[in-house]
């Protein structure tokens, strides 16, 4: 892992992320680029006026400022830290900066919904997460251990979650020391029987070349996908989540509805994702 892409919006959220992500870049010797999304308006740069130019130069000032106080923490001395701030809007811009720095990862700090004003609403995660080229990890809450020895990545062996998984498996065994693959079988939604579980399976595992994962896939029964997915993950002791998504609607075939969406929402583990 070389680089990592940190949106903050100085929130007490984003600070949860700044020191996942400085743990993690001091682990991996990564560059850390943090992010601040001003989401100044179109019209700012369109007009001509100086009371215009005044207002984004003072708003630019400002936010230099706070992120002059932002970045002044003791646990990122020793971490090569490059500030951004950028205007446009956050999900845009976020994945083409990743995509401009060859960025390894993005990691955002997220409330969920909130009535609250703030760049990292659940809705504005979902869309990074949506359009996201780069594996998204969502952080919910202050999380220094970033060694996480059991990862749960959800699938449902579908033929295009193939390179996704490829994608998934090389970065998650770099993070974590054990990663199962969990499928959820639901009464409503594509229920198989275990034969036809099994097989499925490995037809999965032959096009992904990855025999050997054969003993790391778990089942797992439950009245619906996110509910399946939270529960054993709490009964496993799971300490991160992965999911895959599909560009168009940000979930894949598996996470039919608004399941990935709701996991990012509600788990309190963090949560990674991999485009499709």
Do not use: C
């Not at 976020?94 to 009535?115: C, F, P």
């Not at 999911?243 to 509600?266: C, P, Q, R, W, Y």
């Amino acid at each position: 892992m070389k680089k990592i892409i940190l949106p903050v919006d100085f929130s007490k959220h984003s600070e949860y992320a700044l020191e996942t992500a400085a743990a993690l870049a001091k682990k991996h010797s990564a560059q850390l680029i943090v992010m601040n999304m001003l989401e100044l308006s179109e019209s700012i740069f369109s007009e001509s006026s100086s009371d215009r130019q005044e207002e984004m130069l003072f708003m630019l000032a400002s936010a230099n400022k706070t992120f002059e106080s932002f970045l002044d923490k003791e646990y990122l001395k020793g971490i090569d830290v490059l500030p951004m701030i950028k205007h446009h809007k956050v999900f845009k811009e976020v994945d083409t900066v990743a995509k401009q720095e060859g960025a390894d990862l993005i990691i955002m700090g997220s409330r969920g919904h909130s009535l609250h004003d703030g760049i990292f609403t659940g809705s504005n995660t979902e869309k990074v997460v949506r359009h996201s080229e780069t594996p998204v990890l969502v952080v919910k809450g202050s999380n220094t251990n970033i060694d996480f020895d059991t990862i749960v990545l959800a699938t449902d062996f579908s033929e295009e979650s193939v390179s996704a998984f490829k994608k998934a498996s090389n970065l998650l065994n770099t993070l974590g020391n054990k990663v199962t693959l969990l499928h959820v079988n639901t009464p409503h939604n594509g229920f198989r029987s275990t034969d036809e579980i099994e097989a499925k399976a490995n037809e999965f595992l032959e096009k992904a070349d990855a025999k050997n994962w054969k003993e790391n896939i778990k089942y797992a029964s439950d009245y619906s996908v996110e509910d399946g997915v939270l529960n054993h993950s709490k009964r496993t002791g799971a300490q991160l989540l992965a999911m895959t998504t599909h560009g168009k609607t940000g979930l894949s075939h598996f996470f039919g509805g608004s399941i990935a969406e709701d996991v990012v929402n509600h788990a309190k583990l963090p949560v990674i994702t991999f485009k499709l």
